[in-house]
């Protein structure tokens, strides 16, 4: 399957890492409750399961960062529809996950004192 370069928020991201840099999970929102007599009881808000999406970059130019910092920055508080291009293609309405306040980022300095960067960011599907 061809890939195509992810876009969030009107940004054309870098290319995702090639070992485990794009990860799509399948979710249902709501709650499960594991009652007295050993039953689960499950309450959903919708019967439509959903996604989350992993992205996770290694090596990318600090331009490249730049590109990842304000395409994150436009899902910080809110979002438009159709807002993120999956490198399969598809296109999603996504927010940032809600356990990702930040972009953390680690560094690897290459020959002629340049610094290259890594990070992952998740998003979740409106």
Do not use: C
Request: no cysteine.
């Amino acid at each position: 399957m061809a890939t195509t370069t992810p876009a969030l928020g009107g940004q054309t991201l870098a290319e995702p890492a090639a070992d485990g840099g794009y990860k799509e999970e399948l979710f249902y929102r709501g709650a499960s409750v594991l009652m007295a007599d050993g039953s689960i009881k499950i309450d959903l808000v919708q019967s439509t399961a959903k996604l989350e999406f992993t992205l996770k970059w290694t090596g990318i130019t600090t331009a490249q960062r730049t590109t990842i910092e304000t395409a994150f920055a436009t899902i910080k508080t809110s979002f438009s529809s159709n807002n993120f291009t999956a490198p399969t293609g598809t296109q999603y309405t996504v927010t940032r996950h809600p356990s990702q306040d930040t972009l953390d980022w680690d560094s690897t300095m290459i020959a002629g004192n340049t610094l290259r960067w890594g990070t992952s960011m998740k998003l979740r599907e409106v």
